[in-house]
């Protein structure tokens, strides 16, 4: 199983696409359906920035939560949420963002994203982030999930789709 997953992962990254990824999961059969990972980006950062934000689209086919994601580029990579605390917008760390069943959940530079702590060198726009993303379903069990972000200029704001 590990060596198909491996070669999952190789083929998800040859075509840099990040529903490749979600399909060979499911070949796999965690025993439950993987979860939908669409437009997954990181803004990028210049200079001397130690942290950015990654931002994706997620949909559980069941009740799901996110409580980790990895990557290479940075040190760590927090679950934070963006909340409205006595008028002043804040951003403080949440333990996991809830995926309820067959919702998509849109974690955006304005409310839950992942912030990617401690990066090793800038950004450049032109070199994919690989993430690998840590669910746990109603029943408690782990699945994990690698995608590939784009990296997308330092002023890009919500996506406009
Ligand atoms: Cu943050």
């Known amino acids: 199983m590990s060596s198909f997953l491996s070669l999952c992962h190789r083929v998800a990254r040859a075509a840099a696409l990040v529903l490749v990824t979600g399909a060979c999961a ?66 403080r760390p949440v333990v996991s963002i809830p995926l309820p069943a067959g919702k ?15 990066l090793k060198s800038p950004l450049p726009t032109e070199q994919p982030v690989t993430l690998t993303l840590t669910f746990r379903d109603k029943a408690g069990v782990r699945t994990t999930q690698e995608v590939r972000a784009s990296v997308r200029p330092l002023t890009a704001g919500n996506p406009a789709r």
């Open 26 to 91: 499911s070949a796999v059969a965690w025993g439950a359906s993987p979860v939908v990972v669409s437009d997954a980006w990181v803004r990028g950062t210049v200079g001397a920035q130690t942290a950015t934000g990654a931002f994706m689209t997620l949909t559980a086919p069941a009740d799901t939560e996110l409580v980790a994601v990895a990557t290479p580029a940075a040190g760590t990579a927090e679950l934070h949420e963006m909340k409205m605390d006595a008028g002043v917008m804040k951003m």
């Open 104 to 118: 998509p959940v849109q974690l955006s530079p304005g409310g839950f994203h992942v912030m990617l702590v401690g």
